[in-house]
């Protein structure tokens, strides 16, 4: 197994370093392999680390995903990443905003953008340097909107929508989103108003997921996460899925809500709530405020999923370690390619004592520490035991894994088709002929 850190270095204007020269007999050739174009290049550093950490991911389904992290340790004892060496070979570009890649088994683990250099420096002349980074998500985080009008559309219509405002400008290979389930309503913002909270209300009416992928692009999910053969992946501790070296579980009332409330922007209110659990728990209140749905119809399907979802206290597999080291090749590979919002299966007999336990699983973290001589992998889990029962589906399509028939479809509503109506007149966007006018 290999590792890589590449950190991305503007080195056209060092004196030591031969780059492409225009009208230079010798280094003014277009495709010479020896002097290259300007620019920000990578550098791989892999001989410097010590160490490295990666936390990407959140806690629990209902939080937003947050930045990801990335913390590198380097041996600095020669001063290569010292800010005001003038002999590094990186002289002038030990600056922040740099950007660093993380590989492993050349499968691309992180993107991330340097936000400080830490140093530390011991009299033994055993010197450190601490890459602190973050992902693009700090991005958003710092970007301001335009003033503007949004027309009613589908949820991931609109974030593709803020992408493209001036003042975001996201690149468009650094997409990856979804449609969503949800009609959004009509929206005015005001200029100034922050990118990254606007999305994550998007993503929050939804009920979706809104997060940087391991290859660095943007990735914007409806409810239910992909269950494509391919992306689910199963850990067992009887040989049948990828072994796992220790696993928690939690059982509580973290997750218990038997009271939602859901509350839209501009007016409009739904509020559902599961009596039994209330007599059994008491009463745990969840609101959500502001949302963005256009109909009170959808805010009262959301509130009955929430509850639906929630009325009981869970039993959640929160977390598997996995030690790269100690699993076969196949396995290992198989991990590195695994992503937030895939879903997954969790087998384990305590104890060795049966029978096993089985779970549905939807991965919302991925940390790793990693050494030279250690890759350890913590896996975090959100919970899709309860969900509703879909026709033909590989993992909701059986029921003895704990989904459940629904007496109405999945809380999506399809609104109905309006003459000359930007979205609603689109037929092929899923809006139905109304037997009459509404």
Do not use: C
């Not at 020269?21 to 300007?38: C, E, F, R």
């Not at 290569?80 to 660093?100: C, H, L, M, N, W």
């Not at 399907?301 to 699993?327: C, G, M, Q, W």
């Amino acid at each position: 197994m290999t590792n890589r850190v590449e950190i991305g270095f503007d080195l056209s204007g060092s004196p030591n370093l031969d780059f492409f020269v225009l009208n230079d007999a010798v280094k003014g050739i277009l495709d010479n392999p020896v002097y290259k174009l300007g620019g920000v290049l990578f550098f791989d550093v892999t001989e410097k680390v010590i160490s490295y950490t990666i936390s990407r991911g959140k806690s629990r389904f209902l939080d937003r995903y947050q930045s990801g992290k990335l913390n590198v340790t380097l041996d600095n004892n020669d001063r290569t990443f010292d800010p005001v060496f003038e002999q590094s070979p990186y002289a002038g570009q030990i600056i922040p905003k740099r950007e660093v890649r993380i590989y492993s088994n050349d499968l691309l683990q992180m993107e991330a953008v340097i936000d400080d250099w830490d140093l530390t420096y011991s009299p033994n002349g055993n010197s450190i340097a601490t890459i602190v980074a973050s992902d693009a998500m700090v991005t958003f985080a710092n970007q301001e909107l335009n003033a503007q009008t949004f027309t009613s559309e589908f949820s991931g219509e609109r974030i593709e929508t803020i992408l493209n405002d001036p003042q975001v400008n996201w690149s468009l290979e650094k997409r990856d989103l979804e449609t969503g389930s949800q009609v959004l309503q009509g929206d005015t913002i005001e200029a100034g108003t922050n990118a990254l909270q606007y999305i994550q209300k998007v993503t929050e009416s939804e009920t979706g997921s809104f997060f940087i992928a391991r290859d660095g692009k943007v990735r914007f999910t409806d409810r239910s996460p992909s269950t494509a053969p391919d992306d689910i992946v199963q850990f067992s501790d009887d040989g049948t899925g990828i072994p796992y070296k220790s696993l928690e579980v939690l059982y509580g009332s973290e997750l218990l809500h038997n009271e939602v409330t859901v509350n839209l922007k501009g007016g409009g209110t739904a509020t559902a709530s599961d009596t039994d659990s209330q007599l059994q728990y008491g009463i745990i209140s969840l609101s959500l405020d502001d949302l963005l749905l256009a109909t009170n119809d959808q805010a009262e399907a959301l509130a009955e999923f929430l509850v639906d979802k929630y009325r009981e206290p869970e039993y959640r597999i929160e977390s598997v370690t996995i030690d790269l080291k100690n699993i076969p090749l196949e396995d290992v590979n198989r991990v590195l390619s695994l992503d937030l919002n895939t879903a997954s299966e969790i087998k384990f007999t305590p104890n060795n004592i049966p029978p096993a336990i089985e779970r549905l699983t939807e991965i919302i973290r991925i940390d790793q520490q990693v050494t030279p001589t250690s890759h350890e992998v913590t896996i975090g889990f959100a919970s899709r035991q309860i969900t509703f029962w879909t026709l033909d589906d590989l993992v909701l399509g059986r029921l003895s894994r704990g989904n459940v028939l629904a007496e109405t479809p999945p809380p999506v509503v399809l609104p109905v088709w309006t003459l000359d109506d930007v979205l609603l007149g689109r037929l092929n966007s899923g809006n139905t002929l109304a037997a009459e006018e509404t």
